[in-house]
């Protein structure tokens, strides 16, 4: 590596280094991976080519994995491009420099609120009643079966659960069950997005139904942002015990990045957040907050309902 790239690389590492999830490490001699074509700049010059390996390394020296710091990169060099200098203090976050184009709007999900406010997670149909209820705004049913028929009637049940309350509902991963129970919307996982074709997306967004998109990272984000979602969730921010997770706590440092670059879309942070964090939570700057076992573990749910209604609306996001 040039003396150039390995300055520029420490300026950044040294700048930012709240965003590695452990102790950063070590910058290590590497070949510049294949370029990806994302519709950003592309490197045509020796300079562009400093700059994109500079951040590559340093993104990868604060444990973004491999396909993230080629984003990250890629964004740094459209970032200094654009603005005519390299700035390491200056971690990218316009939207046009990671290549985010808005489609045709007969493309794009129906909208939902920019702020969410608090958004539980819960199991089954009861759970979102007593949470509608208790006045939590946004629910989602995560019922877990493989029994065609009791998925069926229990999104029913949900739907039922919520009527006569301003709750809005979302209904995770059974699309075509949400779709004829008439739910507000639908929450789907990057795996989902492995899976369902164009047909079925165009489905969901025909019936009006709202989706929302999970994310962990750089590539997920994007490649969520890219279908049009009406919303983006963010995580995991903290480690959490509900279910094995395919990545690594992203910390608040980095929620922060990601809310930034997505502030023109509702975002949702979600992953092991309590009402202990949940102010710093917030000030990330994610419109709404996604919680499971702090609500559906918690010896008096409808009281920590209101303790996370009165943070949430103190800090202005509900």
Known sequence: MTHTVSHLAQAILSAHAELALGAPKTFKLFEPPALTNQGLPAIKNEADAEVYQAA?????????????????????????????QFDANQWPTEP???????????????????????????????WVGRMARAGVPTVQLRFKSNDAQAITQEVRAA???????????????????????????????????????ATNLGAIRSAGLRLGLSSHGYAEMLRAAAVQPSYIALGAVFATTLKRM????????RLTRYAQL?????????GGIDLGSLAQVLDSGVGSVAVVRALVAADQ??????????????????
């Open 159 to 197: 739907v039922e659960a919520v009527r006569g309350t301003p709750a809005l509902l979302f209904i995770n991963d059974h699309w075509q069950a949400a779709i004829e129970a008439g739910a507000y919307g639908v929450h789907l996982g990057q795996e989902d997005l492995h899976t369902l074709t």
């Open 246 to 253: 395919a990545t690594p706590p992203q910390g608040v440092a």
């Open 262 to 270: 997505l502030r023109h879309m509702p975002t949702v942070a979600i």
């Open 301 to 318: 749910p409808e009281v920590m309902v209101a303790a996370f209604l009165a943070q949430i609306h103190h800090n202005g996001k509900g």
């Open 96 to 126: 046009d420099d990671f290549g985010l184009r808005h489609r045709a709007d007969a493309e794009v999900f129906a909208p939902c609120p920019q702020q969410l406010g608090l958004y539980a997670v819960l199991p089954d149909a009861t």
């Open 56 to 84: 590559h390394l340093a993104s990868l020296a604060l444990d973004f994995d491999a396909v993230d710091a080629q984003f990250i990169a890629h964004a740094w060099q459209a970032q200094t491009q654009r603005t005519g």
